[in-house]
């Protein structure tokens, strides 16, 4: 049976759209331990899961948690690895906000054994689900993972200046097929928009995880400057202006332009069956 907190919307077609960051669902137990619950929700991918849901009827599949990246972040190696070694992130259980602000009171931290049981019933279940869509599509020919993301374009403890608008990772060329980064590039590109490749954002834990071009698994991370779809808000980020609500006019240009990203992934996909 599936959790409440995890969505599964099963399509045919050889996509599968990881949604890792978009949820906001924080525990009574763990809220109540919190500085604020403005900050535990702050660095959430705002409106990713609507931005893409047109994908449905394109024949894609859509694995999306609910819980709080602030909770257990589903996007980071389980065993704790950094995975950009030498730079500011967050970790598997985050205790601080992209912005450097202490997510938990004095004392209030989870400790290892706590980071084990929430692993255990969130981190696991979304990827036994996500590996199981995978598995499903792989039985019929190569398939496309994308794993969708969204950051502030300006955060800079993590990044100097302004993030280009679209963001795609395949570690360093490793998780996909360079024919399928090329067509991602180009797709992003007709929007006259700035595009970058393998650089701040170069594929977290699940497009490395699951990216294995060799056996059919083609993985491919975006992370796009929410700019793109949203208002971001002037300096200081504060909850009178983060986040800005969800416009659906605003955000169409951005849908059209992700249309066409996933129609090359599933040309792509489709060409090797």
Request: hydrophobic content about 35%.
């Amino acid at each position: 049976m599936t959790p409440d907190w995890l969505t599964i919307r099963e399509g045919t077609a050889p996509l599968v759209i990881g949604l890792p960051h978009t949820g906001t669902d924080v525990p009574p137990a763990i809220e109540a331990r919190l500085t604020s619950p403005w900050l535990a929700r702050k660095d959430a991918d705002w409106w990713v899961h609507r931005l893409y849901d047109f994908a449905v009827d394109m024949g894609a599949t859509l694995v999306r948690t609910g819980i709080s990246r602030s909770v257990i972040d589903v996007n980071r190696d389980p065993l704790g690895v950094s995975l950009y070694p030498g730079m500011t992130t967050t970790g598997l259980c985050p205790t601080e906000t992209f912005d450097g602000e202490p997510l938990y009171r004095d004392g209030q931290a989870p400790g290892d054994a706590e980071i084990a049981e929430r692993r255990a019933t969130w981190f696991d279940p979304y990827h036994v689900a996500l590996q199981a869509q995978v598995d499903r599509l792989r039985g019929q020919g190569p398939v496309v993972l994308y794993d969708a993301h969204s950051i502030r374009s300006v955060v800079p403890r993590l990044f100097d200046g302004e993030l280009p608008q679209f963001n795609i990772g395949d570690n360093g060329g490793t998780t996909c097929a360079p024919e399928l980064t090329q067509a991602v590039e180009a797709a992003c590109a007709v929007s006259g928009q700035s595009v970058i490749v393998n650089g701040r954002f170069k594929g977290g834990w699940t497009t490395r995880h699951y990216g294995r071009p060799e056996a059919g698994v083609h993985a491919i991370q975006m992370e796009l400057s929410d700019r793109g779809y949203m208002i971001d808000p002037a300096a200081p980020v504060t909850p009178d202006n983060w986040p800005s609500p969800y416009d659906p006019q605003y955000a169409e240009p951005m849908r059209g332009h992700l249309r066409r990203v996933l129609t090359a992934c599933l040309d792509f996909a489709e060409s090797r069956r």
